[in-house]
Each structure stands twice: as C-alpha cells, then as structure tokens.
Nanobody, 117 residues
Framework: QVQLVESGGGSVQAGGSLRLSCAAS????????MGWYRQAAGKQRELVAT???????NYADSVKGRFTISRDYPRNTVYLLMNSLKPEDTAVYYC???????????WGQGTQVTVSL
C-alpha cells in the first residue's frame, strides 16, 4: 500500500507561482512513475506531468515551459513547480503513483489551486 499526501495549493493571481508537494509513504520501492493530474469543475481529470524513476518527464502541452516536475528521493516527495499561472490552471490537483509490477495506482486526496485575474 502507498499513501500520498499533497500540500502547497492555494490562491494566486495570474502570472504568479505555486509549488505543490506530494509526500509518499508505504511500499514506495514498488513505485515506477509519479505524477500530477488535475480536475477542473465540470471537466474530466487530466494529466499534468509525470516523472519516472530514471527521471524521464512528460508534460501536458498546456503546461510545457511553465510547470516543472521533480522528485526528491531521500524525502520520497514529488514536487510540481507552477510558474506563469493562468486562470485556466484552476483545478483540484491530485498526486498519482503507479506500481507497474503490482498493477496498482494510488491517488492523493487532492489540493485546490485557484488562479484569479
């Protein structure tokens, strides 16, 4: 079992920055990919960014050049640095972890990000 706890959400004006954190605990040695997804009101959950154990990253086109995902192995934490935020980035952001060998994926409880003009 893996537990994910997000933090760092909040409200910010357009053009501002936020950094989200996701602390993982439990059977973390089985995790292959960690990432961030988001869900805006009335919309489906969508991928924001992922990072693999060999540091390969993937970003949604809408956040490329503005968001950066990184992983701190000693702290078992994944970060999402969000710069140049736009109102359309407003959503609940969820941390995700995938254990491919187990066929499991895990989700955090979500953290709200609100960007205003």
């Amino acid at each position: 079992q893996v537990q994910l706890v997000e933090s760092g959400g909040g409200s910010v004006q357009a053009g501002g920055s936020l950094r989200l954190s996701c602390a993982a605990s439990g059977s973390i040695s089985r995790i292959n990919v960690m990432g961030w997804y988001r869900q805006a009101a009335g919309k489906q959950r969508e991928l924001v960014a992922t990072i693999t154990t060999n540091e390969r990253t993937n970003y949604a086109d809408s956040v490329k050049g503005r968001f950066t995902i990184s992983r701190d192995y000693p702290r078992n934490t994944v970060y999402l640095l969000m710069n140049s935020l736009k109102p359309e980035d407003t959503a609940v952001y969820y941390c995700n972890a995938v254990a491919l060998s187990l066929g499991y994926e895990y989700w955090g409880q979500g953290t709200q990000v609100t960007v205003s003009l």
